[in-house]
C-alpha cells in the first residue's frame, strides 16, 4: 500500500497526460448551418416585366384631302360615341388634275360603250352562225341515213356545229366583260362628277366611333392634310389586358388559365390577373447588356374592376410573376442548398443526434429557392444546407449559429 500511494501521483499525471493527448487528437464537430424540412405549398413563377395595353384602339384618320381646322381635344378627354366632335375638315376644290381625268374618265366611257356595242354585234353574229350550223346538222343526220353523205362528212358538219356553239359562249362572256368595263368607267365619272359637285365651303365632321378617352392628338394644328392622315388615338382605358414579354425558353411551361400576380404597378395592394393566350411567334429583342434574345408575348386579362386599379394607363410597366405550378398545402419542402447529387439520385445529409447521416431522396418541382420532396425525409428531420466536402456520413456536426 505504501508503495502504491508512493506511485499515485505519477499514475495520476500519467492519465492526466492520456486524458490531454486524447482530447487533443479528438475530432471537432463541423461546423454546418441547418434547416427544418416543412410542410406548405411550393409555387414555381416565372417573373418579368410587362405593360399594360389597351385591348381595341381606333386611330381616325382624314377620309379626304382638305383643311383641318384646329382640334379642340386634348388626351385624357372623354368622348361618346356618334356625339363627340373629332375633327373637322373642309374639303378641298377640284384641281385641274380632276378636270383632265374626266375628260379621260368620259373618253373611258364612250370607248367602254362601243366596245359593249361591238360584243353584242359579235355575240349576234355568233348566235346566227350556230343557228346555221345546227340545221346543217339536222339535215346531216337525215343525209347519213339515206347514205348520200358520208359518215366522215356528218361527222365534219358535227365539229362544225360544236365549234358555233363555242363562239356563242365566248361572246357571251365578251359581251358581259365589256358590260363590267362600262359600269366600272361609269362609276369613276360619277365619282369626279360628284366631288366637282361638293361644296368646297362645306365642312366635314368627324364623330367619335366609340366610348372611351383621347390617348393622343395626332395632328392637332390647323392646316391642310392629305387623304388618310392620323389625326387621334381614342380607346377605353377600362378594358386594360397586359402583355408580358418572356423568354421562348420559359414560354413553353406557359399555358391559358394560369394566374399571374401582378406586383410594383403603383398601387399598395397585388392585382391578379390570368392568362388568356400565348402567342405562337417570337421575336427578337436585345437585352440591357445587349444580349439577343427571343421572346414571346403573353396576354392576360385583369381580374380586379377597374375601380381597384384605378390610375393605371395605357402603356404602363407593371412586374408579373406567372404561376405554372403549384403544389398541395401538405406536400414537403425543403432549402435547395440541402440537395446534392451522387451518380444519377438526390440525396440530403440528415442530422440525427449531433451526426449527419446520408439519406436518398425524390424530389419533385422546384423553383430555385425550395424544391418538393417526395420521399426520403419527413417534416421532422433536420437536414444540412450547402454541405462542404468535409460533411460525410457519420461525422459530428454542429450548428454554425451555436458556436
Keep these: 500500500m505504501k508503495k502504491f500511494l508512493q506511485k499515485l501521483p505519477w499514475i495520476i499525471a500519467a492519465l492526466l497526460l492520456l486524458g490531454g493527448l486524447f482530447y487533443g487528437y479528438w475530432p471537432e464537430a463541423v461546423q454546418v448551418d441547418l434547416a427544418q424540412v416543412r410542410r406548405g405549398p411550393l409555387r414555381v413563377t416565372v417573373s418579368d416585366d410587362g405593360e399594360t395595353r389597351i385591348r381595341e384602339k381606333y386611330v381616325l384618320s382624314a377620309p379626304m384631302t382638305g383643311q383641318l381646322l384646329r382640334v379642340q381635344l386634348h388626351a385624357g378627354d372623354e368622348v361618346e360615341t356618334g356625339k363627340t366632335v373629332i375633327a373637322q375638315i373642309v374639303p378641298s376644290a377640284p384641281s385641274l388634275l380632276d378636270s383632265r381625268a374626266r375628260a379621260e374618265l ?29 340545221h346543217s346538222l339536222e339535215r346531216a343526220a337525215k343525209l347519213v341515213t339515206s347514205e348520200a353523205i358520208s359518215p366522215q362528212e356528218r361527222d365534219e358538219i358535227e365539229h362544225q356545229a360544236a365549234v358555233a356553239r363555242a363562239n356563242v359562249r365566248a361572246a357571251e362572256f365578251a359581251v358581259k366583260v365589256r358590260s363590267f368595263e362600262e359600269l366600272q368607267a361609269r362609276v369613276a365619272l360619277g365619282r369626279i362628277q360628284n366631288m366637282e359637285s361638293e361644296d368646297p365651303g362645306s365642312v366635314v365632321t368627324l364623330l367619335a366611333p366609340t366610348n372611351g378617352r383621347v390617348l393622343r392628338v395626332l395632328r392637332e394644328d390647323m392646316g391642310v392634310v392629305p387623304v388618310g392622315t392620323a389625326l387621334v388615338e381614342i380607346g377605353d382605358i377600362s378594358d386594360l389586358e397586359l402583355v408580358v414579354d418572356i423568354l421562348s425558353t420559359e414560354a413553353v411551361r406557359i399555358k391559358p388559365g394560369n394566374p399571374i400576380e401582378v406586383l410594383h404597378w403603383g398601387g399598395r395592394e397585388t392585382l391578379h390577373a390570368i392568362v388568356r393566350r400565348v402567342e405562337p411567334a417570337a421575336f ?48 414537403l419542402r425543403v432549402a435547395s442548398g440541402a440537395l446534392f447529387r451522387d451518380s444519377s439520385d438526390w440525396y440530403v445529409y440528415r442530422v440525427v443526434n449531433g451526426k449527419a447521416r446520408k439519406a436518398k431522396v425524390d424530389i419533385g418541382v422546384t423553383n430555385g429557392i425550395d424544391t418538393e420532396i417526395l420521399r426520403g425525409v419527413t417534416d421532422l428531420d433536420i437536414v444540412i444546407v450547402y454541405p462542404t466536402d468535409q460533411v460525410y456520413d457519420g461525422v459530428r456536426v454542429q450548428s454554425s449559429e451555436s458556436k
Excluded at 353574229?125 to 345546227?134: D, F, M, N, P, T
Design 106 to 134: 368620259e373618253a373611258r366611257v364612250q370607248a367602254a360603250e362601243a366596245a359593249k356595242m361591238q360584243a353584242d354585234a359579235a355575240f349576234e353574229s355568233a348566235c346566227q352562225l350556230e343557228g346555221i350550223a345546227q
Design 284 to 331: 427578337l429583342k436585345v437585352s440591357a447588356l445587349g444580349v439577343e434574345e427571343k421572346r414571346v408575348n403573353v396576354i392576360a386579362d385583369f381580374i380586379e374592376p377597374q375601380s381597384k386599379r384605378d390610375g393605371i394607363g395605357d402603356g404602363f410597366r407593371v412586374e408579373a410573376n406567372i404561376i405554372v405550378e403549384e403544389t398541395s398545402p401538405e406536400s
